[in-house]
């Protein structure tokens, strides 16, 4: 079995390569595994769980300004039922 780099190691790894000192961080609901996500449609969960990406942005905070954040992994059904919503599908 091989050993898995927690995300606190990657971001540990991965801080003194950046030369920006803030940061917008993104947080995609489907890597969270199934009981931490309550995301809208079931069978597309990664493997984290919710203490993973908080602790991660923690850590990020320690070293970095977050100039801001959000959270994507949501469909909502009537962004899909308006006009420009069925145009996004088919594009």
Known sequence: MQDQEGVDEIILRLLPSSSTEGVYITVDKDVLQESDNLASYPGRQGNL???EPLSAISL???HMKIVGADVCGECSRN??????GKRLLLW
């Open 60 to 62: 990020i905070r320690k």
């Open 79 to 84: 962004t899909f039922q308006s006009s420009i």
């Open 49 to 51: 769980t919710l203490n």
